[in-house]
């Protein structure tokens, strides 16, 4: 009722950090002390004593909110233990296979260890950049350092995620194909003749 | 004869120029100064960068409507004869409309007030800034599609005569209906992944296909540069967007 | 320490108030029931209740966080004392107003549901294209489909997004015409009296 009354009781840094909450939980890019500032027409120094407030209220275990400070300012963020529910809300239907683009592509890693794109290009007749990008994307495969050092093509491996995908207990269990090739060297070349021969 | 006040800042169509002059107590039709409603109307049609028929043909049939009631209000005996429309038959017609549409005026005059009472409740636009990061998942698979995939690899294709491979192209509409059937899954896919497991003659007619989507505008095709992969996307692309963070 | 203490220390619906709070600060749009209940893998009548825990925390004069219903399911905004900070940070959807144009459109869209711009102008008396493509624009209405299939008429309907703006729990929400214009006997009697007035 009496103003006066209402300012006393108010914590003004309560009131700030408030306003704070509500400018975090609209913008859709990380806000700086700055930014904060500005929009709040405050100290610098009163707004980083009003993010304390949030990192203490919005913390990790005490709230599914939680205040992360990142490169660009401070954010929210979901809690780790709602990881779950949120992987569940943001989730993709499941893939029933991959192309065939992808599938040669995937084989050619996965039986001859480390490959680069150009390697990969050569053994297939069709450039596989495409199919090498997607494979990324679903994590199948991560990139394994260069060819002959830096300055070469990077190399692709196989990921813990593709053994489990194929049910796989590691790259040995694999179908053999000693039909083809008695180790990993001869199948390479075995690969790159047909490919030439393809071409020819 | 009665002055016309007419209001052309305000005047939106002709129902409002109508709406306005109908609802004014005092007025009759015989009072009504049509000539003067038609220059309003001109006078805005004039303000507009293009003729739009359809406001026009809207216009003529109000128009006539009203000069209709005011010939048989001022020649009451003919009127009678002239015409077998009956004037309560036009009257009914008008007010149906106008009904319609002033029930539709309210109810944007209450989006308005909406609108602006809404002004201070702010919302976020677009994904959070640290929202997690939408994984694609894949169906568990088989190993042994791997091995007969570099089975596939490691292997010459049987060696036949190309006179033999002439012979035998494969039908046109066979592509045809296999991209027709792909395009109504996926809005876009790529032509070199698509045929990439087949054999050339084979890639050669699939393009003949394809040529033939795009000479019927079905599709439309891009290239980033020559030989790039080429992306073959649905000519009618209907997505309709659901949030956007677009301003005003 | 002992997971059988924090069991009986946590209050389970407040757990998933957590969680919830943890979905609602990243999703992208209002979040239904259903949605929460799938992402968390529990019973609607207990994300319910968690909702009902949650929207008294972050209720309107007392957190700069407020969980509203809105748009066919529960979302967060800012609370409206902080509505001046946000405008000196962020731009609003629908920012200097609209025409009324775009309004008559609007309403004819929201009220009737899927439209083309040729009823559209049968309703108004005037052309609706620009008024639409406005509308578009802002995200307000949306393609729906064409008239009879394909070769008719492009419709729209509205969007989330104007649920949204205009603070609408669903299209439901939406005045009835009748309560808008309750005049419209008289209009009709006028034009009924006029008709008549030859008569005599």
């Not at chain 2, 169509?13 to 038609?38: H, K, M, N, Q, T």
């Amino acid at each position: 009722m009496d103003s006066r009354l209402r300012l006393i009781a108010i914590n003004p840094v309560d009131r700030l950090a408030r306003t704070i909450e509500a400018l975090l939980v609209v913008a859709s890019a990380p806000l700086s002390v700055g930014e904060l500032a500005h929009a709040t027409q405050d100290e610098p120094e009163r707004v980083e004593a009003a993010l304390e407030l949030l990192r203490d209220r919005y913390a990790e275990e005490r709230s599914g909110i939680v205040l992360e400070e990142v490169a660009g300012g401070f954010a929210f963020r979901a809690s780790r233990d709602a990881s779950e529910a949120c992987a569940r809300l943001f989730e993709r239907p499941v893939d029933r296979g991959l192309s065939q683009a992808a599938l040669e592509t995937l084989a050619i890693i996965a039986y001859l260890g480390p490959c680069s794109r150009p390697e990969i290009a050569r053994i297939r007749g069709v450039a596989a950049d495409s199919a090498v990008a997607s494979l990324v994307e679903r994590g199948l495969v991560a990139e394994a350092g260069r060819e002959r050092g830096a300055g070469g093509a990077v190399r692709y491996r196989t990921t813990p995620l593709f053994e489990r995908v194929f049910g796989l207990e590691s790259l040995a269990s694999l179908p053999r194909l000693d039909d083809l090739a008695a180790d990993r060297e001869e199948l390479r070349e075995r690969l790159l003749e047909v490919a030439a021969a393809r071409v020819s | 004869m009665r002055e016309l006040e007419l209001d052309l800042d305000a005047f939106e169509g002709p129902f409002d120029l109508l709406l306005a002059l109908l609802l004014r107590e005092e007025l009759e039709p015989r009072e009504v100064d049509v000539a003067s409603i038609v220059v309003a109307f001109a006078e805005q049609l004039a303000q507009r960068d293009e003729i739009d028929l359809e406001a026009c043909g809207e216009f003529l049939v109000l128009v006539a409507a009203l000069l209709e009631l005011k010939a048989r209000f001022l020649l009451p005996d003919e009127a009678a004869e002239l015409d077998a429309l009956e004037p309560e038959e036009a009257a009914e017609e008008l007010a149906r409309r106008l009904t319609e549409y002033r029930r539709l005026k309210a109810a944007a005059a209450w989006l308005a007030e909406r609108l602006s009472a809404e002004r201070d409740r702010w919302f976020r636009l677009g994904p959070a800034p640290l929202q997690p990061r939408a994984e694609r998942r894949l169906a568990p698979q088989s190993p042994a599609a791997l091995a007969d995939a570099l089975r596939a690899l490691a292997s010459l294709p049987p060696s036949v005569s190309l006179g033999h491979l002439a012979l035998r192209f494969p039908p046109v509409s066979r592509f045809l209906e296999r991209f027709r059937a792909l395009l109504a899954r996926r809005r876009v896919f790529d032509f070199d992944q698509e045929v990439g497991a087949l054999s050339r003659v084979e890639q050669a007619v699939a393009f003949l296909a394809l040529l033939e989507l795009r000479r019927a505008g079905e599709v439309t095709l891009s290239q980033g540069a020559p030989f790039a992969p080429i992306r073959v996307s649905r000519a009618a692309d209907e997505r309709i967007r659901q949030w956007t963070a677009g301003s005003a």
